[in-house]
């Protein structure tokens, strides 16, 4: 069994930066793809961003330009840099991820996912 704990989260201001981590531990694999999703008061949940361990990412439409997901592989952790942040980025943050014996593609869909966190409070205020 894998574990993931995520940490950062918080309050800040629109136009300002937060930066969340995503730590792995446990049965895990070389490779793998971590992905963030984040559920909005009253909205489905919905894809962020994803790594693979290839380095090769994907981005919601709604953050691209403005978060950057990238991982420190030593560490087993991987990290949301999220920029000029809107009001509308306020949500929970899930870190997800899955391990494989192969190198697999980051995927939006939350059911590729076997590992989760438990989720963490971000809060943009305007």
């Known amino acids: 069994q894998a574990q993931l704990v995520e940490d950062g989260g918080g309050s800040a201001q629109a136009g300002g930066s937060l930066r969340l981590s995503c730590a792995a531990s446990?049965?895990?694999?070389?490779?793998?793809?971590v992905a963030w999703f984040r559920r909005a008061p009253g909205k489905e949940r919905e894809f962020v961003a994803a790594i693979g361990s290839d380095g090769s990412t994907l981005y919601a439409d709604s953050v691209k330009g403005r978060f950057t997901l990238f991982g420190d592989d030593a560490k087993n952790t991987a990290y949301l840099q999220m920029n000029s942040l809107k009001s509308e980025d306020t949500a929970v943050y899930y870190c997800a991820a899955r391990w494989a014996h192969i190198v697999v593609p980051p995927t939006p869909r939350a059911s590729s996912y076997d590992y989760w966190g438990r989720g963490i409070q971000v809060t943009v205020s305007s």
């Open positions: 446990g049965h895990i694999f070389n490779n793998y793809v």
